[in-house]
């Protein structure tokens, strides 16, 4: 039977402890409202902007026209671009490790990577990967705040140092699921992939199903103005879209985490309280057996 | 009756029925009615105007992109707020700022893209404040 005292200053830790892990998944959980309503704010935008480049390349093929902008055409892929989007703190379960563990499985050739967060620097600089940058955005993600970070992936992309641009995040299912994904941004080709997950996630956007316009399209003030700026917006946009969705999964993430460790603490301190009564009697009646033996004599 | 609806990296801030809306065109003011050929154009910070038969209002917007296509117009922007939300004496406030802002970054020469984000958002404010003005 442990010592008494031993007990007691256990319970109290492990109280201490319950009081940190409560403190943060009340935090997380307001954060994590927060993170979800920028994310859900942002999909129209990105859905319509992807849409739009949509309409864009499909009516240019349509009038004859062939595409010419480097965000379209197709590379051979000798160095892949990958942008990990993590978290800076842990604490959130398997989160990031989940993460990396599917960039190990899934990036095997040549890669540069630039990162987001110190978890995602620390797994590229350790696993000896060839990490190019890393940026820290803070808990706003505010879209001025990303714009060395985009213009930096953009040139590489246009300069022929990375052959694709891959976004790896970890993606919202619910709040209990978080699902690292690995999506491919650049170059342009499944357009219609991303339109329909995004689609699935936006309701009640009557300009979506308006599409079906056989007369030619016509830009104002000409296709190549339009063209010249839409395709970098739309990767700028997606981006940040991503990103907001990342946080929010974050956050889930952290929240959960931080439940199930309030709620082991909860239980140990219920064991504790058991064997620390158990304690307490068993020394009771040892001292009524003395005292008892003790007049007997 | 033609659909418009106005989307920014925020939030939606307009989606109504019409019957014509006038858009901030590179080249000029465009007003689009029912029945429009597809256009996609590139607007630029001004007012835009939604014609109703219950009368005519104005939202002012910043740049971006419209797409028109089968009575609807879909418009792209940075940023739009309608002309009744319009706080005039914090937009000049803004506007000193960010002009106060160009003027120094002019002088000390900074970069390209910066100079370039703070014209755009002058130009946003001044559109906001002749929108406004209209309006009285």
């Known amino acids: ?297 | 009756m033609i659909t418009l609806e106005i989307i920014t990296p925020d939030a939606k801030v307009l989606s109504t029925e019409a019957s014509q809306v006038v858009l901030p065109t590179e080249s000029g003011e465009a007003g689009i009615l029912t029945g429009h050929i597809p256009i996609v154009t590139k607007i630029v910070a001004g007012e835009l105007k939604v014609i109703k038969e219950s009368g005519t209002e104005f939202i002012a917007v910043d740049h971006g992109f419209a797409k028109v296509l089968g009575n609807t117009i879909s418009v792209l922007t940075e940023a739009a707020i309608d002309v009744a939300e319009i706080d005039l004496g914090a937009v000049e406030l803004a506007q000193t700022k960010a002009q106060e802002a160009l003027r120094i970054a002019e002088e000390e020469g900074v970069d390209y893209e910066q100079l370039e984000a703070l014209e755009k958002s002058v130009q946003f404010l001044i559109a906001q404040k002749l929108a406004k003005g209209r309006r009285r």
């Open chain 1, 1 to 297: 039977m442990a010592n008494l005292r031993d007990i007691r200053r256990r319970i109290k830790s492990v109280k201490n402890t319950r009081q940190i892990t409560r403190a943060m998944q009340l935090v997380s959980s307001s954060k994590m409202k927060r993170a979800q309503d920028a994310a859900v704010a942002g999909r129209p935008y990105a859905l319509l902007l992807a849409d739009l480049l949509d309409t864009v390349g499909e009516k240019l093929d349509l009038s004859g026209a062939t595409i010419s902008h480097p965000f379209f055409e197709k590379r051979e892929v000798k160095t892949r671009g990958i942008l990990i989007l993590s978290t800076d703190k842990g604490l959130c379960g398997a989160l990031n490790t989940n993460l990396f563990r599917k960039i190990a499985e899934e990036v095997k050739g040549a890669a540069k990577f630039i990162t987001v967060g110190r978890k995602a620097t620390q797994f590229v600089s350790r696993s000896g990967r060839g990490l190019v940058a890393d940026f820290n955005i803070s808990d706003k993600a505010a879209f001025s705040e990303l714009r060395p970070m985009l213009k930096l992936l953009i040139d590489a992309y246009k300069n022929g140092e990375v052959d694709t641009i891959e976004i790896a995040y970890p993606s919202f299912v619910n709040v209990l699921v978080q699902e690292p994904v690995i999506q491919s941004l650049l170059p342009i080709v499944d357009l219609r992939e991303v339109l329909e997950q995004l689609k699935k996630r936006v309701s009640d956007l009557p300009s979506l199903e308006a599409r079906s316009d056989s007369r030619e399209m016509v830009f104002e003030p000409s296709a190549e103005a339009v063209l010249d700026a839409l395709p970098e917006l739309y990767v700028k946009v997606i981006i940040h879209q991503l990103l907001l969705e990342s946080r929010a999964a974050e956050y889930c993430a952290r929240m959960v985490a931080m439940k199930a460790a309030t709620d082991n603490a909860s239980t140990l301190i219920d064991d504790l309280t058991l064997d620390y009564n158990k304690a307490r009697q068993a020394a009771i009646t040892q001292e009524i057996l003395e005292i008892a033996a003790s007049a007997a004599a």
